[in-house]
């Protein structure tokens, strides 16, 4: 059967489907059960007959959906929050993979731009970072400890005051989206270039590896979190730029929901990030370097498992359920 053909035959019933998922047509579970198992197959044979076409995204997007509709009410499922990090969120990012990955080059390019202009200019690092902040690390790098600016205040009030820095940040990269990705876009520009400007000037004073040690032991979740909070909002500013089969609204919902959600997700790492940062960060020049080598190893492993393996293992997974319920 052409493509074509098996869209206009099997249309009317994805209509059914989205109304069921969104709300516009109430459907009892039994109900819901029994379209989701055609629209598995109608998925199967996609996949078999057109496995390059946007027939295939679109029916596993609905199957995805339709999926966490019918089980998240499960009794072993009953914990909302439990659900929420374990299968929802994964199954968002999933769906959305293609965001953290532009996300993540993005981040890659423009840091690259913060070193090469912080290599070619030697004003930038200055008019990026603040005269004051760069006079006051110059003087901890004579003083023989370049991360001294960690050491200042308690650690509960540097702690609590870093955390609501970093999620006033997350927010607003998300928020920013709904200017169709441009807004998240400089923040994601802005940070970034500070970033690589920051790093080029410890490594121009002949700091790198001390500056690593320390600040890398909150960093590598801080900045990993603020990177998928840009990808939230690109998921958001696509949304508004792509709705596809849905009307524009319907799509902004879909979108702002979604990245929401992927927000909501990255906040106790961003707790996690501020409470290394005001309670352990300060005393890194003072550890056994296998200690902070292993601090910031496992705090990067943890997110990156959560935010880039963990979402297959959960598609994967439901992809075996699809396949137990024909």
Request: proline fraction near 3%.
């Amino acid at each position: 059967m052409r493509e074509v053909a098996f869209i206009k035959q099997n249309k009317e019933k994805w209509l059914e489907f989205e109304q069921a998922i969104f709300g516009k047509a109430k459907k009892n579970p039994d109900e819901l059960a029994s379209l989701y198992i055609h629209l598995v197959n109608d998925l199967s044979y996609s996949q078999t007959y057109y496995p390059k076409s946007k027939t295939v995204v679109y029916l596993n997007h609905l199957a995805s959906l339709t999926y966490q509709k019918i089980y998240k009410t499960k009794r072993e499922e009953s914990n909302r929050l439990v659900y929420f990090f374990k299968t929802e969120v994964p199954l968002i990012i999933y769906e959305n993979r293609r965001y953290v990955l532009y996300a993540f080059l993005l981040f890659f390019v423009f840091t690259a731009i913060g070193v090469i202009s912080a290599a070619n200019d030697g004003a930038f690092v200055r008019l990026i970072l603040g005269d004051e902040y760069v006079n006051m690390t110059l003087e901890n790098i004579e003083k023989g400890n370049p991360v001294a600016v960690y050491k200042s205040g308690s650690n509960w009030g540097s702690a609590v005051g870093i955390t609501a820095n970093n999620l006033y940040v997350g927010i607003r990269c998300f928020v920013y989206g709904i200017f169709a990705g441009i807004g998240t876009l400089m923040m994601l520009l802005f940070n970034c270039i500070m970033l690589g400007a920051f790093q080029y000037f410890f490594y121009e004073q002949g700091v790198f590896w001390e500056s690593v040690r320390g600040i890398w032991i909150h960093g590598a979740m801080e900045i990993f979190a603020i990177v998928i909070e840009a990808a939230a909002g690109f998921i958001l500013g696509a949304s508004i730029l792509f709705p596809k089969t849905y009307s524009r609204l319907a799509s902004f919902k879909i979108g702002f929901k979604n990245g929401l959600k992927i927000l909501l997700s990255t906040m106790p790492f961003t707790f996690a990030a501020g409470m290394l940062e005001g309670f352990v960060t300060r005393y890194s020049p003072d550890m056994p370097r296998v200690l902070n080598v292993f601090i910031i190893l496992f705090t990067l492993s943890v997110i990156s498992f959560y935010f880039l393996i963990y979402p297959f293992l959960v598609h994967k997974k439901l992809n075996k359920n699809h396949v137990s319920t024909l």
